[in-house]
């Protein structure tokens, strides 16, 4: 079966201060991955999603950047934090391919900016 | 471009009584829709989905949705509520996007109180 893990689960970081959140997926090849960011009463905003290795597209410009060092692992990074940057992000991905795009999620990760 | 809307962010009922929550969506393709539930500091689980066939849904956990098309609706519904059913509930819709991949989309939210 397809597991999903995210890391770490909370974060508190310095405004300034670099940024690395992991996620890695086992039980399947070539997944479609997801960066997502949750804040209270707006729902989920997708920051960026990758079909493979290498490639990565980004949703909304800011302050943050995907990469996709190999097919199962996905990594969120800032090179400086700001306060905005606060949030429940999480990785998720689905199965590659056009068809219904059911998603499976992460745990999460809280990220408190001070 | 698509969308979804869920009318309410709060909605309370009373332990047993009847759920229903509301989405609306928009899409200029025939969508794929969602409900996901999320507890609190987790990630969000998938409730049931509509891609074609039938339009009444049966999900995990009771619950079930019916899509209407011409009403773009597709509301949440379970016929009564035990107080494991708190939490916060997702719409979605997903749509084959210009760069030739299917992008989902999430409602806001509503988060469901039961009352003892």
């Known amino acids: 079966s397809q597991t999903i893990h995210q890391w770490p689960a909370t974060l508190v970081q310095p405004v300034g201060s670099p940024l690395s959140l992991e996620c890695t997926v086992e039980g399947t090849s070539n997944p479609n991955l997801y960066w997502y960011r949750q804040a209270a009463g707006r729902g989920l905003q997708l920051l960026f999603y990758?079909?493979?290795?290498?490639?990565i597209s980004s949703e909304v410009p800011q302050n943050l950047s995907a990469s996709r060092p190999q097919d199962r692992q996905f990594i969120l990074s800032s090179k400086k934090l700001l306060l905005s940057d606060s949030g429940f992000y999480l990785c998720?991905?689905?199965?590659?391919?056009?068809?219904?795009?059911?998603?499976?999620f992460g745990a999460g990760s809280r990220l408190t900016v001070l | 471009a698509q969308s979804v809307t869920q009318l309410g962010s709060h909605v309370s009922v009373s332990e047993g009584a009847l759920v229903l929550l509301r989405c609306n969506y928009s899409?200029?393709?025939?969508?794929?829709l969602f409900w996901y539930v999320q507890y609190p500091n987790q990630g969000l689980q998938l409730l049931l989905k509509?891609?074609?066939?039938?339009?009444l849904v049966k999900g995990i956990n009771g619950f079930e949705a019916e899509f209407k098309k011409s009403e773009t609706s597709f509301h949440l519904t379970k016929p009564s509520a035990p107080m494991s059913d708190a939490a916060e509930y997702f719409c979605?819709?997903?749509?084959?996007?210009?760069?030739?991949?299917?992008?989902?989309?999430f409602g806001t939210g509503t988060k469901l109180q039961v009352i003892p």
């Open positions: 998720a991905w689905s199965e590659g391919g056009t068809g219904a795009n059911v998603l499976t």
């Open positions: 509509y891609t074609t066939g039938a339009t």
């Open positions: 990758s079909v493979g290795i290498g490639q």
């Open positions: 979605a819709v997903s749509g084959l996007n210009s760069g030739g991949y299917q992008k989902v989309t």
């Open positions: 899409s200029s393709v025939p969508p794929y």
